[in-house]
């Protein structure tokens, strides 16, 4: 058994175990295991991967190819780098967390269990794979469980977001598809047969003409699962109706789909493409960037600000992604990670404040730093960290993004960084705007004088978390150089053109 | 010199942080102050033994201060460009570890006083060594990134312990006002070392500040409207230096910040954090001076000279005795803003170097001595209003005579401190610039009179009756008034311009007396005035302000600063910006991806009908469809 396909296997497992549970006991104690094996896994491909990077300088490690469809030259096809083994150590790190927060799930919790696992298979696979079509199923398995997730444990208007986010994410896949199809298609243009292996494509040298059709198809595709502007509008209805481990596992992995693809579809095998319709997106995610922080300004319910936030956020990813240099690039890896990490924390933060109070109402909240201490603190904590205070991991992965982007010294470039960076102003006033309102001043509501206390899941949640990200923001170098040296062969593909 | 003991200095503060930051709720607040205090005296005494090695035994070679680095990489961004994490051991770092040590081993025995039988002490011990810590990484970075990221945290460690109080609505408000109006300043200055580092392509001060090295000699290869890229970025650091240190027009955080406990305002927005814009323009004063021939740093003058006259005119009028000290501040570091402005490079010239950076040394002792003061006051009578106070000589003996001294210090009385200083800082104006000398030295008459205002206003006057009667502070607090108060009577005798200077190679000091004899006879005026007014109670003060009329209204107003700030944040960036982007979103954004929803349920809708169940309308269909693909086919063939 190699060390890739695991990743996919423990988790069926763990689902075929779950459907033996009879009680929320048994169901949370077996995914906890399943998660906490995946977890261990994780750390040991990164490990591993080090062992194996030094003796090993092909552009995917671990490979493995098994035939699936042979009509179509359609492969299981595996392989990691550096960008890939961190994006499933935080999906592990999140998967694990959201468990343990909804530790206390009483609706049919073995099915909800089942559901968030299937999700996470969906995510593990599609980092592991190198085949654009096992991508795109993988792709769809962690989309469709959303759909029952939101619709049966979600909250308020849960169908209509349910449907909304479902539908306009596989609206997505369709234009996805079609781009996808497209790279395949022109993937004999040197004589070959047709592949969807990725680093096979790379080789390749697809047509302009097809490059400048499919690039805005596969980007669009992906960009809606990253909250591009203006294709953001499921994220803060979704968001605000997900219970609270799928906000976590969705704003927290299920988005990083997003800028993964591109980076590792889009921007490798259409290169030409990215550079002929770089200005246009360009425009549109820096709109995302300071258009998502404004509109988290003006929300009260702590589920839209922080979906606005992650509009804001996720719109630094593209942002970066489109500059197409080294520096931009590393910076858009670690603010997926670094998101990843901080929403998937601001959420079961927003979980737990929700799960006392019954609201997610700011001007109903106040003082809360007073009788949730703990909470209050650590929301302080991931509120700096979100606006970029040095020493966690946003202050990283912006300051690359920004050096990046300053690479370029075009007008039109400099006027979009500009922008993007005064989104760290924004950002400043509206996390200080909600800490001030929720966590100070008095307490305006006699029920809230006495809350339950911390309970030692929540923590264990809390921790997994936080840790990473303040581990990322203090000493940033070895996962830095690890990730910029796997993105090495891809910018060279870019700059070749 | 062997430099490595130096890196404990920022180190301890951050252990005995983390260390009351975690175990908050286990350790003793009795216990919790010791660890403070005892953490910070060893970063005390191993600043001062550093600034003793530097200064007298190892620092100099052949005449000239050397600059000591240890660094490592913390970050790569290109082949190139990095960020450092290290120390930078020159002169002004090792000073400014003299005067941050100093005042905050001061701060925390005071605090161990004033904020006895509070809910947060371990707390507030916890953000003060934060704070302590940045501050000691800030003055040690070894490149602007470094730089950058500490100026970061000593921001946020001044806006947790502003909002101290956190049940206080005013607290709040004032603490995110702080953050926020200084995180715009940061922008410009995040903007200005992306610029500097993109064009000179590194952050390291020793590569930028060398005058002979490329970043400064190729100034003029790339401009932008009219000036140099690397004029413009200068500009944009300033910026973030105007942010930190209050300048005109970015200075409206500082007086709200006075919400914080008063040993905050005299640690922070005092005497350490808020001269750091003065001490990142002093870390790149060669570039400063060399670039376009210091066109930025003449924007530095002046806009140090407006902001320390702006402020001193409304210190005149402020009724809260914090809030005048915090125009007495943003004034004083306006001082020391000009003085760098007008300075020269080399040797003597550099007058005003020497003079801003020791102007920085003295006020930092006595403006910390007069709100430690301030807090000994307001701890004994409850308020923080004059009209709440007035003849506490009689129960504060050591506080009236402490403040008394530093309210002389900082008028530039001989042989107190801020005389030697505010000297050499009219000395620098009056060769350079004279427009700026005069404002100088109208400021120097202002900042006698309010300050004396204040002194006769709380000892002497009219005696408030008293609910209780107040009492001298304990030992804990009287002991570093009594330490500060030395200090501000012997900072002066420091021989600054052999030790800190630009070009780091020391000159003989000198003392121009028609200057001093002229500055001392304005300061004296000022004193005199205020005696006139305010030493027992009469007409003279209320008469004279209604001469100003509008004008006084005005000054006590603050111009209104506030007022605009909030109208353009509050109505036109909240109502008209942000809310029409949230409606905007909502009703356009999102209802072209609805309406995209309910048309294709509407067109659905419409061809279910075809779906019909009847074998007929399928029979048609089907032949029509036939009908129609055939006439297709038909004409594409004959064409």
Same mark, same amino acid.
């Given at each position: ?15 075929? %175990? ?11 104690? +077996? ?22 990077? %030094? ?175 203006? *294709? ?11 219970? +609270? ?40 995610? %820096? ?8 509109? %988290? ?199 070749? *053109? | ?34 660890? $403070? ?134 607290? &709040? ?12 300043? /940061? ?200 009209? /709440? ?68 206003? &709380?000892?002497? $006057? ?178």
């Amino acid at each position: 058994m190699d060390i890739l396909s695991l990743f996919v296997i423990v988790p069926v497992l763990t689902i075929l %175990a779950l459907v033996f549970t009879k009680d929320l006991k048994q169901a949370r104690i +077996t995914a906890m295991i399943g998660s906490l094996v995946q977890l261990g896994m994780a750390i040991h491909l990164i490990f591993s991967y080090f062992e194996e990077r %030094a003796v090993n300088k092909s552009i995917m490690l671990f490979t493995q190819d098994r035939v699936w469809f042979e009509h179509f030259n359609i492969h299981f096809a595996t392989g990691v780098d550096g960008i890939s083994a961190a994006l499933l150590l935080l999906t592990s790190i999140i998967v694990l967390a959201g468990v343990f927060i909804s530790w206390k799930i009483d609706d049919l919790p073995k099915e909800f269990f089942i559901s968030l696992l299937v999700l996470a298979t969906g995510v593990y696979g599609f980092f592991i794979s190198i085949d654009l079509f096992t991508m795109f199923v993988f792709y769809e398995i962690a989309v469709i469980p959303m759909y029952l997730l939101i619709g049966i444990w979600g909250s308020g208007p849960k169908e209509y977001s349910a449907m909304k986010l479902t539908l306009m994410l596989m609206g997505a896949s369709a234009v996805l598809l079609v781009g996808i199809l497209g790279i395949y298609f022109n993937s004999n243009a040197n004589g070959g047969a047709l592949t969807f292996n990725i680093l096979e494509i790379s080789k390749v040298y697809i047509p302009f003409v097809a490059q400048k059709l499919f690039f805005p198809l596969t980007f669009i595709g992906f960009a809606v699962l990253g909250a591009l502007f203006p *294709f953001h509008t499921w994220s803060p209805d979704g968001h605000a109706s997900a219970p +609270t481990a799928v906000s976590m596992l969705h704003a927290g992995v299920l988005m990083k789909l997003g800028g993964y693809g591109i980076f590792r579809i889009a921007m490798f095998l259409l290169p030409e493409g990215a550079k002929e319709w770089s200005w246009f997106f360009i425009i549109l995610s %820096a709109i995302g960037v300071i258009y998502g922080a404004f509109g %988290a300004l003006k929300q009260t319910d702590l589920k839209y600000i922080n979906a606005y936030s992650s509009v804001s956020h996720l719109g630094m990813v593209l942002f970066a992604l489109l500059m197409l240099n080294k520096t931009a690039w590393n910076g858009a890896i670690l603010q997926s990670l670094s998101h990843g990490f901080m929403t998937a924390l601001f959420f079961a933060l927003i979980g737990m404040i929700y799960g006392r109070t019954h609201t997610r109402d700011i001007t109903k909240l106040g003082g809360l730093l007073k009788v949730i201490p703990f909470i209050s603190v650590i929301n302080v904590i991931a509120g700096l960290a979100s606006l970029g205070l040095p020493g966690f991991s946003g202050f990283v992965a912006e300051m690359n993004i920004f050096v990046g982007a300053f690479q370029h010294d075009e007008l039109f470039y400099r006027v979009a960084t500009i922008i993007s960076v005064s989104a760290i102003v924004v950002t400043a006033v509206y996390i200080l705007r909600v800490l001030g309102i929720m966590l100070m001043g008095p307490i305006n509501n006699a029920e809230f004088l006495d809350l339950p206390k911390t309970t030692w899941y929540e923590i264990t949640g809390i921790l997994l978390l936080l840790i990473p990200m303040i581990g990322m923001g203090v000493a940033p170098l070895w996962l830095s150089d690890m990730i910029m040296a796997s993105i090495q062969p891809f910018i060279k593909g870019v700059l070749k *053109f | 010199m062997d430099i490595t003991y130096i890196i404990l200095i920022p180190l301890i503060p951050f252990s005995v942080f983390l260390l009351l930051g975690i175990f908050n709720q286990q350790i003793k607040p009795a216990i919790s102050g010791y660890i $403070g205090v005892i953490g910070l005296s060893i970063s005390a005494l191993l600043s001062y033994y550093a600034a003793y090695q530097y200064f007298f035994v190892y620092g100099k070679v052949d005449e000239v201060y050397q600059t000591f680095v240890k660094k490592t990489v913390w970050m790569n961004f290109t082949d190139t460009l990095h960020i450092d994490m290290g120390i930078l051991v020159d002169p002004i770092s090792v000073m400014m570890l003299v005067v941050v040590s100093t005042i905050s081993l001061m701060v925390h025995i005071y605090s161990r006083g004033y904020m006895k039988g509070d809910d947060g002490y371990t707390k507030f011990f916890s953000f003060l060594s934060l704070f302590t810590f940045s501050m000691f990484g800030l003055v040690l970075a070894t490149n602007l990134f470094q730089i950058y990221m500490f100026w970061e945290l000593v921001g946020v460690s001044s806006y947790l312990l502003i909002g101290y109080y956190y049940t206080k609505t005013s607290a &709040i408000a004032a603490a995110k006002k702080a953050f926020i109006v200084t995180r715009f300043a /940061d922008f410009g200055f995040l903007i200005g070392i992306l610029i500097i580092g993109y064009y000179t392509g590194t952050f390291d001060f020793e590569t930028l500040n060398n005058p002979e090295g490329s970043a400064i000699l190729n100034w003029a290869s790339t401009s932008y409207m009219g000036l140099s890229v690397i004029t413009w970025a200068l500009l944009l650091i300033f910026m973030g230096g105007a942010g930190k240190s209050a300048m005109f027009p970015l200075h409206i955080w500082l007086p709200d910040a006075m919400e914080g406990p008063t040993p905050v305002s005299a640690l922070i927005h005092a005497a350490t954090m808020v001269v750091a814009g003065v001490y990142l323009v002093a870390r790149l004063f060669p570039m400063y001076y060399f670039v376009e021939d210091g066109f930025a740093l003449k924007i530095v003058a002046y806009v140090g000279a407006f902001s320390s006259l702006f402020a001193a005119i409304i210190a005149v009028t402020q009724t809260d005795i914090k809030r005048v000290l915090a125009f007495s501040t943003m004034s004083q570091i306006g001082y020391m803003m000009l003085a760098l402005g007008v300075s020269g490079y080399k040797g003597i010239e550099g007058v005003g170097y020497m003079a801003s950076m020791f102007h920085l040394f003295t006020h930092a002792m006595f403006k910390a001595l007069l709100f430690l003061c301030a807090g000994s006051v307001i701890h004994a009578v409850h308020s923080n209003y004059l009209k /709440d106070m007035g003849g506490l000589r009689k129960y504060m003996p050591i506080t009236n005579i402490t403040f008394l001294i530093a309210a002389l210090a900082i008028s530039g009385v001989p042989p107190f401190a801020g005389f030697w200083s505010k000297d050499e800082i009219l000395v620098a104006a009056f060769e350079n610039n004279r427009l700026l000398y005069y404002v100088a030295l109208f400021v120097a008459g202002l900042t006698a009179f309010y300050m004396f205002r204040l002194y006769f206003g &709380i000892f002497w $006057g009219k005696e408030t009756k008293y609910e209780h009667i107040p009492h001298e502070s304990p030992l804990s607090m009287t002991f570093p008034l009594l330490f500060l108060a030395f200090m501000s009577i012997v900072a002066g005798f420091v021989p600054f311009s052999e030790l800190v200077t630009a070009d780091k190679i020391g000159f003989e000091g000198h003392m121009d007396y028609p200057l001093a004899v002229v500055a001392v006879a304005i300061g004296l005026t000022g004193i005199i005035i205020a005696w006139l007014f305010y030493k027992k109670e009469n007409d003279l003060a209320a008469i004279f302000s209604s001469f100003f009329g509008i004008f006084y209204k005005w000054t006590s107003n603050k111009f209104y600063f506030d007022e605009i700030y909030l109208f353009v944040t509050k109505k036109i960036i909240f109502d008209h910006v942000s809310t029409p982007i949230a409606r905007f979103d909502k009703k356009y954004v999102d209802g072209t991806m609805e309406g995209i929803g309910n048309k294709t349920v509407l067109i659905s809708n419409k061809i279910k009908g075809l779906q019909s169940g009847r074998l007929q309308d399928y029979a048609f269909f089907f032949v029509g469809g036939v009908v129609v693909l055939a006439l297709v086919f038909i004409y594409i063939w004959t064409n």
